[in-house]
């Protein structure tokens, strides 16, 4: 088990050991990585760089690039869908969402979205939630690669994250104070607050 950290300032990515924690080196990427996403089977890591508009593939056992993909404008989150097949980063300074297929490394599709695409998250059945900080929605992109709903939540959602069965998403709007909490089967959407400004988001596997 390895853990990786997207350094902005350096334009690296370091990895480091888990049990016992260790750094193991750093890894160059392109220009301001900002986030860094891992395989379901924690082979390949992505790291996506938002002043190259890119994103790196890791390997998780020589911690090379195996690859460099063109996307759009300040990609911001890169997340794989649940069965590994495809990597969507979300293009912040393009509206758009990019669909990288791993056969071949390449973009299959873009997704025009809401404005200022901010993260991303997936559920089993392939499909994928994003949040839109700029227009206080989550748009939802089909396996088939279109959007087909956009749903409502709070102010400048940012972190997103869904439960291992792919029922609930939460979302957290750093705008309003809230987190907005979707079932995914309805699109029915629960608001609670939270502290001031909510950013990251996670949840436990059980």
Not at 12 to 27: E, I, K
Not at 102 to 111: G, Q, S
Not at 124 to 132: F, I, L
Not at 176 to 189: D, Y
């Amino acid at each position: 088990m390895l853990a990786f950290v997207a350094n902005d300032g350096s334009h690296t990515v370091s990895a480091y050991t888990v049990r016992p924690p260790g750094p193991l080196g750093a890894t160059a990427v392109g220009l301001h990585p900002t986030g860094v996403g891992a395989a379901p089977d924690g082979n390949t890591v992505y790291a996506v760089n938002s002043g190259s508009n890119s994103v790196s593939f890791i390997s998780s056992d020589t911690r090379q690039v195996e690859a460099t993909v063109p996307v759009g404008k300040m990609p911001f989150d890169a997340e794989p869908t649940r069965d590994g097949s495809r990597v969507l980063t979300a293009d912040y300074g393009s509206d758009m969402v990019s669909v990288i297929g791993l056969a071949d490394h390449r973009v299959i599709a873009t997704v025009p979205v809401g404005r200022l695409p901010h993260s991303i998250t997936t559920v089993p059945d392939g499909r994928a939630y994003v949040t839109n900080s700029g227009d206080n929605t989550v748009s939802v992109i089909s396996p088939e690669n279109t959007v087909i709903a956009a749903i409502p939540v709070g102010n400048a959602p940012s972190g997103i994250s869904a439960t291992p069965r792919g029922d609930t998403v939460f979302v957290s709007n750093s705008g309003s104070g809230t987190i907005s909490i979707i079932n995914t089967a309805t699109n029915a959407v629960i608001t609670l607050p939270t502290g001031h400004r909510p950013e990251g988001i996670a949840i436990t596997p059980c």
